[in-house]
C-alpha cells in the first residue's frame, strides 16, 4: 500500500537554485494538496488540484508553482529558492471535497535552502 | 491571533495516564474538527473526526467539541509508549466548494514506560 510517494525525501539548494518536489499516489483520488509545515506555524497550504487539469493557490503560493501532470501526480517547483523556503513540505490526496473523506499525507520531503 | 491555538507542549506523562490535548479557535463558521497524529519523520494521519458539537468514541480515543467556547479537546485512555507522537487539530467549515482545513501547530506528546 504505497499511499501518497514523495520524492526526493531530503534535499539540500544553494539560495537561486531550482528544483522540483514530486508527489504521486495511487489512490485513484480526485484533489491534491502541498503544504509546508515550519515550527509554530503549523502546516500551510500552497496549492491545491481540485482535479485533474486543475490548480489553485492556497494561503502561501508566492514562490511556488505546481503542475497536475495526472490524475496521479503533483509536483511542486522552486523556481529560484530562497531560505525562507526551508521547510517540510507535504503532500496530500483525497478522494473529493466532502468533509468527511480524510486527506492522506505522504512523509514529507525535507529541504533546506543555504 | 491565529485561527487555531493549539499548545505546542512537549507533555509527558506516564504509561497508563488519561491525556487531555486541546485546541481553541476563533472562526465560528467551523463545523468538521479533526484530529491528526504525526509520528517523527512521517505525514499526519487522520484519527479521528467529529461534526459540529458533542463526543465521539473510538478504542481508547475520545474527541470532544464544544462551540460555545469554541474548545476541542482528544482524550487519550490509558496510554502508550506507542501514543508518543505530535497531535494536530484541524478544522473547516461546511461552505459549498473548496474549503481548506485550518491546522493547529501541534503537541508533542511522550508517554514514557
Known amino acids: 500500500n504505497a499511499g501518497v510517494t514523495q520524492t526526493p525525501k531530503f534535499q539540500v539548494l544553494k539560495t537561486g537554485q531550482s528544483m522540483t518536489l514530486q508527489c504521486a499516489q495511487d489512490?485513484?483520488?480526485?484533489?491534491m494538496y502541498w503544504y509546508r509545515q515550519d515550527p509554530g506555524m503549523g502546516l500551510r497550504l500552497i496549492y491545491y488540484s481540485a482535479s485533474e487539469g486543475t490548480t489553485d493557490k492556497g494561503e502561501v503560493p508566492n514562490g511556488y508553482n505546481v503542475s497536475r501532470l495526472n490524475k496521479r501526480e503533483f509536483s511542486l517547483r522552486l523556481e529560484s529558492a530562497a531560505p525562507s523556503q526551508t521547510s517540510v513540505y507535504f503532500c496530500?490526496?483525497?478522494?473529493?471535497?466532502?468533509?468527511?473523506?480524510?486527506?492522506?499525507f505522504g512523509d514529507g520531503t525535507r529541504l533546506s535552502i543555504l | 491571533q491565529k485561527e487555531v491555538e493549539q499548545d505546542p507542549g512537549p507533555l509527558s506523562v506516564p504509561e497508563g495516564a488519561i491525556v487531555s490535548l486541546n485546541c481553541t479557535y476563533s472562526n465560528s463558521a467551523f463545523q468538521y474538527f479533526m484530529w491528526y497524529r504525526q509520528y517523527s519523520r512521517k505525514g499526519p494521519e487522520l484519527l479521528m473526526y467529529t461534526y459540529s458539537s458533542g463526543n465521539k468514541e473510538d478504542g481508547r480515543f475520545t474527541a470532544q467539541v464544544d462551540k460555545s467556547s469554541k474548545y476541542i479537546s482528544l482524550f487519550i485512555r490509558d496510554s502508550q509508549p506507542s501514543d508518543s507522537a505530535t497531535y494536530l487539530c484541524?478544522?473547516?467549515?461546511?461552505?459549498?466548494?473548496?474549503?481548506?482545513?485550518?491546522f493547529g501547530t501541534g503537541t508533542r506528546l511522550l508517554v514514557s514506560p
Open positions: 489512490m485513484n483520488h480526485n484533489s
Open positions: 484541524a478544522m473547516k467549515g461546511v461552505n459549498t466548494g473548496f474549503q481548506k482545513l485550518v
Open positions: 496530500a490526496s483525497r478522494s473529493g471535497f466532502a468533509a468527511t473523506q480524510p486527506q492522506h
